[in-house]
């Protein structure tokens, strides 16, 4: 998300989030059953395999086509941390990692 939000405009950055929580979501949603059905046809390492071989596609094309960017001013861990002391990122963070485990647990299950 890092990555794609420095890479448009900061009217676009919400609908790129958008786009990538969909490609996660629907990756659990699809992904998981089909996974499920081919690990029953040919095995579940050879699903692994595959699977692994398919990743080198994705792999090339982001190596292709994202700009290499410079990094901004360094961001220190405590930095990072010193945020937590909002109550409200707190929890917006606590709703994020609770709903992304409920979907992720519920689809794969």
């Known amino acids: 998300m890092a990555v794609a ?3 448009v405009e900061k009217e676009k950055r919400g609908s790129a ?3 990538i929580l969909i490609g996660l979501s629907s990756s659990l949603v699809f992904g998981v059953p ?13 699903l692994f395999v595959l699977i692994g071989l398919l990743t080198i596609i994705p792999l090339l094309v ?4 994202v700009p290499a960017m410079q990094e901004q001013e360094p961001v220190m861990i405590l930095m990072q941390l ?3 002391k909002d109550k409200r990122i707190v929890l917006a963070v606590a709703v994020t ?3 992304i485990d409920g979907y992720s647990t519920l689809f794969t299950y």
Not at 62 to 65: A, S
């Open 34 to 46: 089909l996974g499920t059905f081919l690990s029953e046809i040919i095995g579940w390492r050879a």
């Open 97 to 99: 990692l609770f709903y």
């Open 5 to 7: 939000i420095r890479l």
């Open 82 to 84: 010193a945020i937590l």
């Open 62 to 65: 982001v190596y292709r086509n």
């Open 17 to 19: 989030i958008g786009i």
